[in-house]
């Protein structure tokens, strides 16, 4: 199952809302999650199955979709959220979209 | 405090063999299923292989099956990854990742180690 992330860059401002999307080559149900990645840091799951925020996640990231269509919003961007974002699809062996880069 | 800590990365010649550990604490280890998950620099995230909580169950990617081999040892709170035939496309940084399961048993990689560097050349 492939996962196409778009944008694969974006540029925003402090207190923007951000979208980032994914679309899943088949239907996956809500069996994606969405991971934040700093430089030189691991991954950081922030939502799991489409919509559930992680625990100690800020609310201001949200998810939503179903089937092939899922989004990530963050809604009024913060400092420390300008990072690569991942979404990954675990309704077969999974995998990741190629990231979307968020830079100021 | 959770913790995943790899070890054994490193500088292999292609062909080359290596073995990777992930040491845990701070959680029941034998409770949760585990995974390997590469990232070639300046790329995206590639999961590799997984195991099951009691070890018994194990899956792996084209780009690795036949090559490499995922295990554990739950009383050493241990996993391993034993990778052999090491070409190039293998250097990554390789991250021990934890998988957790909610309570309608959707699956995601709630907490993933540092990461440690693989690089396959001669």
């Known amino acids: 199952i492939q996962m196409t992330q778009s944008p694969p860059s974006l540029s925003a401002s402090i207190g923007d809302r951000v979208i980032i999307t994914c679309r899943a080559s088949q239907r996956v149900g809500s069996y994606v999650n969405w991971y934040q990645q700093t430089v030189g840091k691991a991954p950081r799951l922030l939502i799991y199955?489409?919509?559930t925020l992680q625990t100690g996640v800020p609310s201001r990231f949200s998810g939503s979709g179903s089937g092939t269509d899922f989004t990530l919003t963050i809604s009024s961007l913060q400092p420390e959220d300008f990072a690569t974002y991942f979404c990954q699809q675990s309704y077969g062996d999974p995998t990741f979209g190629q990231g979307t880069r968020l830079e100021i | 405090e959770d913790q995943l800590v790899e070890s054994g990365g490193g500088l292999v010649a292609p062909g080359g063999s290596l073995r990777l550990s992930c040491g845990v604490s701070g959680f029941a280890f034998s409770e949760f299923e585990m995974s390997w998950v590469r990232q070639a620099a300046g790329k995206g995230l590639e999961w590799i292989s997984y195991?099951?909580?009691?070890?018994?169950?194990?899956n792996y990617a084209a780009s690795v099956k036949g090559r490499f081999i995922i295990s554990r040892d739950n009383a050493k709170d241990s996993l391993y990854l034993h990778m052999s035939a090491l070409r190039a496309e293998d250097s990554s940084v390789y991250y021990c990742?934890?998988?957790?399961?909610?309570?309608?048993?959707?699956?995601?990689?709630?907490?993933w180690g540092r990461g440690i560097m693989v690089t396959v050349s001669s």
């Open positions: 990742v934890r998988e957790r399961r909610d309570e309608f048993n959707f699956p995601s990689f709630d907490f």
């Open positions: 195991i099951s909580g009691g070890g018994d169950v194990t």
């Open positions: 199955a489409s919509s």
